[in-house]
């Protein structure tokens, strides 16, 4: 995401990055970092919670419109609701997606394969 983001300013567009990791963003060089402290898959907030949501994209157009030079960054202070560990689980489908599936099936055939050839070996 950093590096569209420099593509899309370099090209002349304004934009902000919303961020969980907004240490790294920085050291791209980004012109606007919303920084947040959330679980990977959620830079916006809770699903459904929209006050939460909206705090975070209030946050991005008040940067958008007020940063003048490079570098700006807000960091918010929003708590997770959730404790971290467990929202990690949660953040996970149920089934995992086509693409997951076919890489977590050749994965099983690998390691099948690497049994099988140690076994007729021994």
């Known amino acids: 995401m950093p590096v569209l983001a420099r ?3 370099e090209a002349g567009i304004p934009t902000v990055v919303v961020t969980m990791m907004p240490d790294i963003a920085a050291q791209y060089r980004l012109s606007r970092i919303v920084g ?3 679980p990977y898959g959620h830079p916006f907030g809770m699903p459904g919670d929209r006050a939460m949501q909206r705090r975070v994209a209030q946050t991005a ?3 958008l419109e ?3 030079e490079p570098g700006a ?3 918010l202070d929003i708590e997770w609701p959730v404790e971290r560990k ?3 689980k ?3 489908p149920p089934v995992p997606s ?3 599936q076919v890489f977590l099936d050749r994965l099983a055939a690998t390691r099948a394969a690497g049994r099988d050839s140690r076994g007729s070996h021994g």
């Open 7 to 9: 593509l899309v300013e």
């Open 36 to 38: 947040v402290q959330f």
């Open 61 to 63: 157009v008040d940067l």
């Open 66 to 68: 007020g940063a003048d």
């Open 73 to 75: 960054r807000v960091d």
């Open 86 to 88: 467990q929202a990690y």
């Open 90 to 92: 949660d953040w996970q």
């Open 98 to 100: 086509p693409i997951v």
